[in-house]
């Protein structure tokens, strides 16, 4: 994780703080109606900040609307326009999303002065389809090497200006890539970094791809916020961010499942359990371990950190907590006292 810590709004990034998870809107940002119910959404499903694509002035006002009306930080994303970045610090967004790549000295004076002012961190993203020429013409093309060196030549234009609040991201659609990316700039900066791996894509094969690069960075200790792209509803992609955290280790206020993928040794319907039992400590928020297991072989033994477990068997099961039997009972006896055991865990 980064040193070096910023504060969009009530969320601090980096600095050793916990990984935030981030999503953007893809109403129109205009639309009140549908934008509000979007954030509200993503709100609801645990997401930390929402980012909203700024196309102009009209798009400034109706956000105005919602840094009022809700409670988590919101980011505004802006190409191009540093007056409309320069719009957004002083409306109270707070984080803005600019490069100021091609903003004159002027514009960027400008902008540092607004976000200075207003408290309001600057994300300097590097896209793989927007390398400057120059560098692609060193790099041979587009590199790890290349999209971090585009990435500090941009926060330079911003720390001429005295300005160090500042989030970097440096994304692309490979996930090699995105990781090696990230690995160069880990090593040459200490600024916090959003991490994700861009266009990623729609379905689970998405999700798998977003998964192989963010793991891979906040297992080696690197990325401070997160956004997963997917293609679709981006509630969605709130979800994933939350199981890639809790598959690394780093949230771990829920109920984990293990459940084994079961063999010829498995003699009862384990998947439609596990789907019972998921739905039961959906909402639980500290950390449980439940363990759903095929057979006697293996269950008990496999799952011994467990707070409550089930191993099938041909015509009995074994209940059992923290590894010690409690009981052997007929399967369907079994079950059912298992799921009465989950609602209680559940209910704390
Ligand atoms: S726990 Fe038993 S049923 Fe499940 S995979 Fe292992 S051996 Fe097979």
Redesign the pocket.
Known sequence: MSKLCVKAGSVKIGGGNAVTIQSMTNTDTADVTATSAQIQALADAGCDLVRLAVRDMRDVEACGTYIARFALPLIADIQYDYRLAVACADAGFAKVRFNPGNTSSAGIKELVTACKANGCPVRVGINGGSLEKDIKAKYNGVTAAALAESALRTVKLLEKENFHDIVISVKASDVRLTVDAYRELDKLCEYPLHIGVTESGCGEDAVIKSAAGIASLLLDGIGDTLRVSLTGDPVREVEVGKSILRAVGLDRNYAEIVS????A??FYDLETLVGKCKKIVANVRRPLKIAV???V???PG?AATADIGIAGGKDKAVLFAKGRILATLPVKEAEEKFIDMVKELARG
Not at 260 to 263: A, G, I, K, L, Q
């Open positions: 084994c993928p079961t063999c040794r498995c297991m095929g057979c072989v293996n269950g496999e």
